[in-house]
């Protein structure tokens, strides 16, 4: 049964700082492509920042240069750093695992980050 289970979120004024985590299981997770996902109320999901199994980033413009994406594969869990926020960061943050080979994709239930102006 695969698991992906959030942690982290909560409220934050805004300039602060947050950490995301992302515990997976039942699933080999160095070899999927692990990503945060967000979606604020009336929106639709966007993607946030992704990683693949090699390591390899990428962000969205709106929040690059003020969050970083890594993973530990020793723990099967991926982290989002996130400094600077700001009230348009409030959302909640899904986390995503994808493998391309196999086109298997998982989502977690999600952790809500809001932000305070």
């Known amino acids: 049964q695969v698991q992906l289970v959030e942690s982290g979120g909560g409220l934050v004024q805004a300039g602060g700082s947050l950490r995301l985590s992302c515990a997976a299981s039942?699933?080999?997770?160095?070899?999927?492509?692990m990503g945060w996902y967000r979606q604020a109320p009336g929106k639709q999901r966007e993607l946030v920042a992704t990683?693949?199994?090699?390591?390899?980033?990428n962000y969205a413009d709106s929040v690059k240069g003020r969050s970083t994406i890594s993973r530990d594969n020793a723990k099967n869990t991926v982290y989002l750093q996130m400094n600077s926020l700001k009230p348009e960061d409030t959302a909640v943050y899904y986390c995503?695992?994808?493998?391309?080979?196999?086109?298997?994709?998982?989502w977690g239930k999600g952790t809500l980050v809001t932000v305070s102006s």
């Open positions: 990683i693949t199994s090699t390591s390899r980033t």
């Open positions: 039942g699933i080999m997770f160095r070899v999927y492509t």
């Open positions: 995503n695992a994808y493998q391309s080979l196999s086109n298997m994709d998982h």
